[in-house]
């Protein structure tokens, strides 16, 4: 970390948490491919059997390439990271309409579905205003 960045300990936690949550999307990504490519496998499916394998075959690979996009960039200290995000998050959230409107019919998808826009929109908020994520990404 350069001298330039925020002294709190917040933004840093933040990015520790991002880090993590990242990490888990990796996992499950891989997970649900798994799913997909073997006909057991040895956890509770966590795919939805009401999505289509080309559904399932898009949120699977977006999951992943958000994870890597955001593992790597935030390896590389990639300055286009954020911009990457943005874009990764808009394919994420366009999926997340198409199955929340067309596929998914409980009560509770809306409140699902505002709940991930608000954390696409809290995570581009800190990588495009905070100062700490500007220096980390050498945009400062």
């Not at 509770?108 to 990404?137: D, G, H």
Request: aromatic letters at 16%; one cysteine or more; a positive charge.
């Amino acid at each position: 970390m350069t001298g330039r960045m925020e002294n709190s300990r917040l933004p840093r936690l933040f990015m520790g948490l991002l880090i993590a949550v990242h990490l888990g999307l990796a996992l499950w990504g891989l997970m649900g491919f798994a799913e997909m490519i073997f006909p057991a496998v040895p956890w509770p499916a966590i795919s939805n059997p009401k999505f289509t394998g080309s559904i399932l075959f898009l949120q699977w690979g977006l999951v992943l390439v958000a994870a890597a996009l955001f593992l790597g960039g935030s390896w590389a200290r990639w300055p286009q990271t954020p911009r990457a995000m943005l874009g990764i998050y808009l394919l994420m959230a366009a999926l997340c309409a198409v199955q929340n409107l067309f596929y998914l019919d409980h009560a509770a998808r809306f409140f699902a579905v505002s709940l991930e826009y608000a954390a696409y929109t809290v995570i581009l908020l800190f990588l495009f205003r905070s100062a700490y994520a500007r220096a980390f990404y050498c945009r400062a």
